[in-house]
């Protein structure tokens, strides 16, 4: 996942971009791991890639969070990529 890992609260746009690494992927789903916890729609991957636009109130709070990309495949729930962000005021 590529993506900025500190953030302001009152910031952004900050843009994330995950890999997707099953074609038949369903019901992808980014979830961002604040207070509280939000879940967004992933739009479809192109290449192979898909990606969110957030502002820094959606992560809630200030302090370590984290974003997600999740999706269901013939393994079930799979994450495909997560990474930690530090926010701050």
Request: with cysteine.
């Amino acid at each position: 996942m590529t993506g900025l890992r500190n953030v302001s609260l009152t910031g952004g746009p900050y843009e994330y971009t995950a890999n997707v690494v099953f074609g038949n992927a369903t019901d992808l789903r980014w979830v961002v791991m604040g207070n509280p916890r939000l879940e967004f729609y992933a739009s479809a991957p192109v290449n192979g890639k898909t990606f969110i636009t957030l502002s820094g109130a959606d992560f809630g709070e200030i302090g370590q969070q984290f974003i997600c990309l999740v999706g269901e495949t013939d393994f079930g729930s799979t994450i495909f990529a997560n990474m930690g962000v530090t926010v701050s005021n």
